[in-house]
């Protein structure tokens, strides 16, 4: 069964610090891999995805994620964090197939980051 | 460009109270989902509806039911609320060839 495990529930960073959010899946075949971001009162925001090819994928805001097969891990990172990163990070896989369960996500619990100015 | 909208974005109902929440997108999106977002849980899918006129349950079915009205909108419906629906619903949209997920803004309910 498809699964996706966020390791840390709260984390805090200083403004300008690197940061790296853990994620780590489970499914059968190579994932289709997505973070998203949840600013307080708000729906969520795709940051980047992975569905092939080259496993490190850019996204918006300066977020970069590795794809690890062998770590079965899909960790975002950024190299300088902003205030303005303070938010909920959802880590989610995506299910491939064919029919009707084609696109369904599956979620993490998601990571609250506190950036301390 | 509005993409996906939902309504109420609030809402407070006694328990046994029904209703339902409004979803609809202008992204001629063919797969459309429900999920329920509660703290510590990450988002949790209800129901979905990879076309118009089909729908799955998903993980968390129980006590609601789906309608999808046409190709725009999906719609969730609480027969008889309980307090343990009290949750955030988001709404999402897909469009065919691609995996991405568009959200609403959600709506916030609570169960009294």
């Known amino acids: 069964a498809q699964s996706v495990t966020q390791p840390d529930i709260h984390i805090t960073v200083s403004e300008g610090a690197s940061l790296e959010l853990r994620c780590n899946y489970s499914?059968?075949?190579?994932?289709?891999l997505f973070w998203y971001v949840q600013s307080p009162g708000q729906g969520l925001q795709l940051l980047l995805k992975y569905f092939s090819g080259d496993t490190l994928v850019q996204g918006i805001k300066g977020f970069e994620a590795e794809f690890k097969r062998s770590q079965s891990s899909f960790n975002l990172r950024k190299p300088s964090v902003h205030w303005s990163d303070a938010a909920e990070y959802f880590c989610a896989v995506g299910a491939r197939g064919r029919g009707s369960t084609l696109g369904r996500l599956y979620f993490g619990r998601g990571t609250q980051l506190t950036v301390w100015p | 460009n509005a993409g996906v909208t939902q309504t109420p974005k609030f809402q407070v109902l006694k328990t046994g109270q029904s209703m339902t929440l409004q979803c609809a997108q202008d992204?001629?999106?063919?797969?459309m989902y429900w999920y329920r977002q509660d703290p510590g849980m990450g988002l949790r899918l209800i129901y979905y509806s990879a076309s118009e006129g089909t729908t799955d349950k998903g993980e968390v079915p129980n006590g609601y039911n789906v309608s999808r009205l046409n190709k725009r909108e999906f719609s969730l419906r609480l027969e008889s609320a309980a307090p343990s629906q009290t949750s955030v619903y988001f709404c999402?949209?897909?469009?065919?060839?691609?995996?991405?997920?568009?959200f609403g803004p959600g709506t916030r309910l609570t169960v009294l």
């Open positions: 999402a949209s897909r469009g065919t060839g691609t995996d991405t997920q568009y």
């Open positions: 499914y059968g075949a190579t994932p289709y």
């Open positions: 992204m001629n999106h063919n797969s």
